[in-house]
């Protein structure tokens, strides 16, 4: 999970110039540099601009510049990278950051010396359906988690091994309509846990249950407002009195606050108009919040700690800088502020020394690789941590649609952040071939990658948006159109350039609902986008770009909900996929766009489930759909479907490791675009005994 680079000025898609000449700033060097070495992967390329930046006069660049130059040996399996990190802590102890991370691949610092007996180990391998990452620990180490083969919150018992159900949601996640629970956080004491909770009518409330004795527990409702979209607890105040929450309203500002355990009552400590903070906890003594939070209009990859008052009387910028900094505890004693940052070669734990509420020094580095996914700290000192293990990936292939086979071995285009890579989409005339790359899990910051077929080269965009969904390509390949939220968090459909990444707005929701799925009509005169109805349903709409005039062209309300939107090459149908609740079957939708009556195309039943994307053919024959065997990540296939009638037959991928829900086909018909991969693999770690390195620096 590195820092998202910034490309200052755009890779030319032959591969062209990175910077030009008169901005050759060490900043602006040093993020060529990094480009070099995360985007293109070119170590040596990277190591000799590092080289040209650590020759230089600016000590703070120079130092960084080794730090990244001494990582690029390291991967390269060259031992002068040892070399390297002696001579920052020879040279430049003065910076402290370099140096601690310098001194921390060295083997040399105090933490080391006094915390020899730091471990790191796993904990627990969840199964796919225990989601962890939302979870919470106990004081005492147990660890409360949503369980998404009903959605049922659970505990899960570390010394035991076993887990225990604390909701009942009546039946199977198919079985059932909207009913589920999300994030959770345990009280100091162990005895209650917090959750938000998602009922039947589809409304998020923030209810509290125990987790004591053995049994099911009966919950109770602690609060609830129909101005909410979500709430979400995420720690207890020691004295057992207060849940520090986030909620988002109906307008989808986010604001800070407590709620009252004893009668629910919310007091608002800050809104936002955005995006809120990844974690927040309260410090041991009860009298302050700590979180983090953007930079500005900087999205994700830059993020600051912050200490807020709980009494609202102050807030104090606690871990600031250029870096992704995002919370992950307290020390027991509250004399440390623990936080994760890439502001070394690696995301790396780092500890601030705070007292009565303001930062007192420079942060020490405790550990240079860890997740970012922090579970909690316990009573005694440890920190537990979610990991995954996995991710998703492109893969490029030619295929004989006749036989259903591959004629060419797959390739994948990134060269980059492997595992972090999903939802292609081939640009109109096929030359290239765009996908989104998660930069960070924290928030979900992602950009466009941009591949061409022809040379291999790749270039980013940086979309200005807080978050957008699967861009499709204009007509005429300048552009992209996406759903998403601008930096006010305010949602809608954009075009997004796909040379600067600027974003227009083209159509907002007005009344809070979603607008996703967005796509383009073949002249580009309208578009089409699937719209959340009030009534807990969706519809699918035409949009005339010229007039601003709408058309509902169906809509579909449960139990038999619409999924994505996928229009013909002519414009002329619509290919969908639904949840035919009443008969436990997927159905592939075919649905005219100017008047007429849907037609099935294909059916199964449950177990098996067909995905929401479908990808059409260039002539409009057929379309290729995703068929899931009983919610497996790993027993899927590829369908190809004929709109006119005829027997569906398999697409033969060859053996893969959770094939993704997404297949483009490109403008020839003979290339496919699709996805492999899965982060349902996942594990608990705890680190521990690293604090007493802290106490010896008293």
């Known amino acids: 999970m590195k820092k998202t680079i910034r490309i200052v000025v755009m890779l030319a898609l032959s591969g062209g110039l990175l910077l030009a000449q008169n901005a050759r700033t060490p900043e602006v060097l040093f993020k060529a540099a990094q480009n070099k070495e995360q985007v293109e992967g070119d170590l040596k390329g990277a190591i000799e601009q590092y080289k040209q930046i650590a020759s230089g006069r600016d000590r703070v660049m120079a130092a960084k510049a080794l730090v990244r130059m001494a990582e690029c040996y390291l991967k390269l399996g060259d031992a002068e990278a040892q070399r390297i990190y002696e001579r920052v802590v020879r040279d430049y102890a003065d910076q402290t950051e370099a140096a601690a991370v310098a001194r921390a691949h060295l083997g040399r610092t105090e933490a080391a010396a006094t915390s020899a007996g730091m471990t790191s180990r796993r904990v627990w391998t969840p199964s796919p359906d225990a989601d962890a990452s939302s979870g919470a620990i106990s004081s005492d180490g ?180 250029p870096s992704n900094d995002t919370m992950m505890g307290w020390s027991p004693d509250g004399k440390y502020l623990l936080f994760a940052s890439d502001r070394g070669a690696s995301v790396g734990l780092w500890a601030a020394p705070i007292a009565e509420g303001r930062p007192q020094g420079t942060p020490e580095l405790m550990k240079p690789e860890i997740s970012r996914f922090s579970l909690g700290v316990s009573a ?39 595992g972090f890579n999903q939802v292609p989409a081939w640009s109109p005339d096929g030359k290239y071939l765009a996908y989104l790359s998660y930069r960070n899990r924290i928030g979900g910051n992602r950009v466009i990658v941009i591949w061409s077929a022809e040379t291999g080269q790749v270039r980013e965009i940086q979309p200005r948006l807080n978050y957008f969904g699967y861009p499709l390509w204009a007509p005429d390949g300048r ?55 009030a009534t807990d349903g969706f519809s699918f709409v035409e949009r005339d770009l010229a007039s601003g005039n709408e058309r509902e062209i169906i809509r579909r309300e449960n139990p038999s909900n619409l999924f994505i939107l996928n229009l013909s090459p002519d414009g002329r149908f619509i290919a969908t996929t639904y949840n035919d609740r009443s008969t436990r079957s997927h159905v592939l939708l075919l649905i005219p766009v100017f008047g007429g009556e849907p037609r099935e195309l294909f059916r199964v039943t449950q177990p098996q489930s067909l995905m929401g994307t479908a990808s059409w053919m260039p002539d409009g024959r057929a379309v290729v759909v995703d068929k899931v065997f009983n919610d497996s990540v790993t027993e899927r296939e590829f369908w190809l479907v004929p709109t006119a009638g005829g027997q569906p037959r398999k697409i033969d991928v060859g053996p893969t490791t959770g094939l993704g829900p997404v297949v483009r086909v490109h403008p020839d018909g003979r290339q496919i675009a699709y996805v492999v991969g899965d982060w349902t693999k996942q594990e608990v770690w705890v680190l521990e005994n690293f604090l007493p390195a802290l106490n010896a620096k008293k």
């Open 142 to 321: 147990r660890l409360v988690f949503t369980d998404w083969e009903t959605g049922d919150l659970a505990v899960h018992n570390f010394v035991s091994g076993r887990d225990r159900r604390l909701t009942d949601s009546q039946g199977t996640w198919d079985d059932r309509s909207k009913e589920f629970a999300e994030e959770a956080a345990i009280s100091r004491n162990g005895k209650q846990v917090a959750y938000s909770w998602y009922n039947i009518k589809g409304d998020n409330e923030l209810r509290v249950t125990s987790l004591e004795g053995t049994s099911l527990p009966q919950s109770r409702l602690l609060f609830a407002n129909e101005d909410l979209r979500w709430v979400a607890p995420f720690d207890w105040s020691p004295d057992g009195n207060w849940i520090a929450v986030q909620l988002e309203r109906q307008d989808r500002t986010r604001q800070m606050g407590l709620i009252s355990v004893r009668d629910g009552s919310l007091r608002v400590l800050k809104s936002a108009e955005w995006q809120g903070a990844t974690k927040l906890f309260f410090s041991p003594d009860g009298k302050y919040l700590a979180f983090d939070a953007p930079v500005g209009e900087s999205r994700n990859d830059q993020r600051d700690v912050f200490l807020l008052a709980v009494d609202g009387s102050r807030e104090v910028p606690a871990v600031v800088g």
């Open 380 to 418: 005694s000192g440890s920190l537990y941590t979610h990991v995954i293990l996995s991710g998703r990936d492109i893969q490029v292939a030619t295929v004989d649609f006749e036989t259903g086979k591959l004629v060419s071995q797959p390739v994948n285009p990134a060269k980059s952040y492997m």
């Open 479 to 533: 552009s992209w159109i996406s759903d998403g939220r601008d930096l006010k968090n305010r949602s809608g459909v954009y075009r997004i350039d796909a040379q600067t990444g600027e974003s227009t707005p083209i159509v907002m929701s007005e009344d809070g609902h979603t607008l996703d799925h967005t796509q383009w009509s073949p002249d580009g005169t309208r578009i089409y986008y699937r719209r959340n109805l």
